[in-house]
T-cell receptor, first 113, second 114 residues
Framework: DAGVTQSPTHLIKTRGQHVTLRCSPISGHKSVSWYQQVLGQGPQFIFQYYEKEERGRGNFPDRFSARQFPNYSSELNVNALLLGDSALYLC????????????FGSGTRLTVV | AQSVAQPEDQVNVAEGNPLTVKCTYSVSGNPYLFWYVQYPNRGLQFLLKYITGDNLVKGSYGFEAEFNKSQTSFHLKKPSALVSDSALYFCAVRDNSGNTPLVFGKGTRLSVIA
């Protein structure tokens, strides 16, 4: 059974550009959460989606947006990229939002130059 | 608001010795507590969780953690460290309402020396 898959694995973008990151949850999992991990820090919560609806949002600017599709996969979009957006972006899936734990993907490493 | 503190940026231990990685937390209500491990250029790998019940929780790869409600701590332990345990360890907490996200500490780098 496949785990949480994220694409792409690595990405280099220029300041001001837009980026879309993708996540496919474990089969049967209906909730997806996105985290940003800046080098040397712990993951910071960005969004949680369940049944295509936003269930929570962290302290991130409106340049960050996300959505969940009917097949429960998800996209994270970041507009007007800044150097400070360089990070590892992690997707986690769970059966339900309130589940005891999440399963994380390997992440997308975004570098903004 | 929920928060997690991992007071040590780095923990060094000799192979074969016991290891402890410290974690304290703050949460409204009852906590759900987790430990994750991260190897270089990888995502987070689940080690163990405390939801309710026995305060001593056993997890993957010989790791265990002890929940201490009075000290609001959830320290990660292993009786005998391996070089392969060297990695970045994250403690995380959420409350039991189901309406809050998982909040992580800043991480502790464990280095096991042969």
């Amino acid at each position: 059974d496949a785990g949480v898959t994220q694409s792409p694995t690595h990405l280099i973008k220029t300041r001001g550009q837009h980026v879309t990151l993708r996540c496919s949850p474990i089969s049967g999992h209906k909730s997806v959460s996105w985290y940003q991990q800046v080098l040397g820090q712990g993951p910071q919560f960005i969004f949680q989606y369940y049944e295509k609806e936003e269930r929570g949002r962290g302290n991130f600017p409106d340049r960050f947006s996300a959505r969940q599709f009917p097949n429960y996969s998800s996209e994270l979009n970041v507009n007007a990229l800044l150097l400070g957006d360089s990070a590892l972006y992690l997707c986690a899936s769970s059966l339900l939002p309130a589940n005891y734990g999440y399963t994380f993907g390997s992440g997308t490493r975004l570098t903004v130059v | 608001a929920q928060s997690v503190a991992q007071p040590e940026d780095q923990v060094n231990v000799a192979e074969g010795n016991p290891l402890t990685v410290k974690c304290t937390y703050s949460v409204s209500g009852n906590p759900y507590l987790f430990w994750y491990v991260q190897y270089p250029n990888r995502g987070l790998q689940f080690l163990l969780k405390y939801i309710t019940g026995d305060n001593l929780v056993k997890g993957s790869y010989g790791f265990e953690a002890e929940f201490n409600k009075s000290q609001t701590s959830f320290h990660l332990k292993k009786p005998s460290a391996l070089v392969s345990d060297s990695a970045l360890y994250f403690c995380a907490v959420r409350d039991n309402s189901g309406n809050t996200p998982l909040v992580f500490g800043k991480g502790t780098r464990l280095s096991v020396i042969a």
